[in-house]
């Protein structure tokens, strides 16, 4: 009796779980809890750079102590004790961690704890992230539309030309007295969104940005990097050629009429996965939305004030200025234009409600360019907060471009109400680091779709918190984001495509997908874990951070896009050059 009540109770207790949308480890399905981990040794797949700081993560053992041996000659370099077991929620893993920060010697090495089997090789080198930053820039260079890739760029995932995009229909949603239904218009080039070939303003100008930032705050070291595009030998740094592919697409988005701007350019409907030059059904822009027009205006703004450091660009300096200007213009007047997608329109959605985050980083950045004060004023009225960026919150990103370039013109007090502002945010990141059992700043509620671009975002606001306050302690919650995008995470992946010795091989980018080659498309970061499973896919997991699957099915856990791609194009060039800052 007693035992069949019990059972009963395990019964509603675990409906109960499934009913609930939140994804806490006390609300799982009991099932799950108890999931068989995979007993390896997980850690970054990539490598480590000499003076960082190096953990493995080592599955529940009883074990004290970990041995670290040369890849070479199999002797033994160093032991260490692991820490005490502890649970990471988002895995349901308890867990102990092998640090071995001091090995600091270039070379490769691997871990051995009794009982387990011994870990994959790991790299020291003062270049580990070279190829891995690179092929992350480069990726862009894949998804470029309106272009053939050629085999001297491309190698083996050269293609013919996809979307000319130079007829362009307007959309019912879009139409003007000046542009009407069925006009059409030209809006070539730009980035394919993702594993879609639509092009969608708002992740674009995310992408843009912390793209731009990236060059902004490394330029020696990106006036030295060649990644093998077609503008490599043209005396201008290949990511701010690459960049412009995509700010011409977008200045194209703009309406001259009003200088509105519109949301996306996109098919009615995803097409299946075929190269782009199959994928040839009738392309539309589609209405004008105010979070468009205020991403617009803000990609814009930075893009005048970099770009206007080349003279071979001072034309598109003003231009990307006066666009910026007019598009701002346009959302005053029209401040709440949520885009709402039509009924014949199926593709990507990023709908907005909220715009007060993208009225605050438009009027930073167009403060930072005209020095007019008024904009200003504007930023400090809207008293929005920084959190970590995403396509539909862009706070931080105001804060971050006035912290690096307003300190001599904002006063003492305005900069330390947003130095400390900045500040709380990332010391809530570190905290969260210091207290997982995977030393990782990822919680439950990180796990959403695309959780690799929140690790990566995550890690690039701790990165500006450290060039800010030039305090190092932020490093090691850095350094523990990238290791769990490159390999310390519970699924053994190295999430970066090509890198790695676990990495996706059939991520949902149609290129991929279709051109019969084995490797997908290299240098792309696959969006990760998350339990909502909105593809409805055969997942080996329910856990947050188990709930991946490297199959073309699962656009919710393994596509890939340009805004997950650029944090961690910022993050890899910041820990390569910060190797060589004075002290
Ligand atoms: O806003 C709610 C929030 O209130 C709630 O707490 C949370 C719980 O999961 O969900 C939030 O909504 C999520 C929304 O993103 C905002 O973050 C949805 O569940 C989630 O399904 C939605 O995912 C977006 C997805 O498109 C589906 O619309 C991703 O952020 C976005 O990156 C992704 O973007 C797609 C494009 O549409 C098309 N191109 C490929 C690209 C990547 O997959
Ligand atoms: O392939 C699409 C992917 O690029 C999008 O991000 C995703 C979410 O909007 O949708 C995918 O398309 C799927 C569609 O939404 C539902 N039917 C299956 C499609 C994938 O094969």
Redesign the pocket.
């Known amino acids: 009796m007693k035992q069949q009540l019990l059972v009963i109770w395990g019964a509603i207790a675990i409906l109960t779980a499934c009913s609930n949308d939140d994804t806490s480890i006390a609300n799982l399905p009991l099932s799950s809890l108890n999931e068989p981990s995979i007993e390896k040794i997980k850690l970054n797949q990539v490598g480590f750079l000499p003076n960082d700081t190096k953990m493995a993560v080592v599955p529940n053992s009883q074990e004290s102590t970990f041995h670290l041996f040369s890849g070479n000659d199999n002797t033994q370099v160093f032991s260490g004790q692991l820490s005490a077991l502890s649970t990471w929620q988002p895995a349901g893993e308890t867990v102990s961690i092998a640090d071995f920060s001091s090995v600091s010697t270039p070379g490769q090495y691997y871990l051995k704890v009794n009982g387990l089997d011994d870990s994959n090789l790991v790299t020291i080198n003062n270049e580990a992230y070279l190829g891995a930053h690179d092929a992350a820039l480069k990726a862009y260079y894949f998804n470029r539309a309106s272009t053939e890739l050629l085999i001297e760029h491309a190698g083996a995932w050269s293609r013919p030309m996809g979307h000319a995009d130079d007829k362009v229909l307007i959309h019912a949603s879009a139409a003007s007295y000046e542009r009407p239904l069925g006009m059409t218009i030209s809006s070539p080039k730009g980035w394919y969104d993702?594993?879609?070939y639509n092009k969608y303003i708002v992740n674009s100008g995310i992408s843009v940005y912390t793209l731009l930032a990236a060059y902004e705050h490394h330029p020696l070291f990106y006036r030295e990097r060649a990644i093998g595009i077609p503008e490599s030998s043209n005396f201008i740094p290949d990511i701010l050629d690459e960049i412009k592919w995509n700010l011409d697409w977008m200045m194209t988005m703009q309406d001259p009429n009003d200088g509105g701007v519109y949301h996306k350019l996109t098919t009615l409907n995803?097409s299946g996965p075929v190269m782009p030059s199959e994928a040839t059904a009738q392309r539309f822009v589609v209405q004008k939305s105010t979070a468009a027009a205020l991403n617009f205006a803000a990609s814009m703004a930075v893009a005048s004030r970099i770009y206007d450091d080349f003279e071979q660009f001072a034309g598109h300096a003003n231009d990307y200025r006066r666009a910026a200007e007019s598009a701002w213009q346009w959302a005053q007047a029209n401040p709440s234009i949520a885009y709402m997608q039509p009924n014949d329109v199926l593709?990507?959605e990023y709908g907005d409600t909220e715009f007060d985050d993208e009225f605050a980083w438009a009027a930073a950045e167009l403060y930072l360019l005209t020095t007019d004060d008024k904009y200003l004023q504007q930023f400090k009225q809207l008293n929005v907060m920084p959190m970590v960026p995403d396509w539909s919150n862009s706070a931080a990103l105001g804060y971050i471009s006035l912290l690096n370039n307003a300190k001599t013109t904002l006063s003492n007090e305005d900069y330390n109400q947003f130095y400390a502002r900045y500040l709380s945010l990332a010391d809530s990141i570190l905290k969260q680091h210091q207290e997982s059992a995977y030393a990782v700043a990822m919680e439950n509620s990180d796990f959403v779709w695309g959780s690799n671009g929140v690790a990566l975002n995550k890690a690039f606001i701790l990165l500006q918190a450290q060039r800010l306050s030039k305090n190092d302690k932020y490093k090691s919650a850095v350094t523990g984001l990238v290791d769990y995008v490159l390999g310390r995470n519970p699924t053994g992946y190295s999430y970066l495509t090509g890198f790695g010795a676990k990495t996706p091989l059939d991520i949902?980018h149609r290129q991929s997908h279709a051109d019969n080659i084995k490797d997908p498309v290299p240098g792309f970061v696959a969006g990760g874990a998350q339990p909502g499973q909105q593809d409805k896919c055969n997942y080996p997991s329910q856990l947050p951070a188990k709930s991946y699957l490297d199959d073309w099915c699962s656009?919710a856990s393994n596509?890939v896009t340009i805004n997950w791609n650029a944090p961690l194009v910022y993050v890899l060039a910041s820990l390569h050059t910060m190797q060589y800052d004075s002290k």
């Open positions: 993702a594993g879609d995803f593709t990507g949902h656009y596509e």
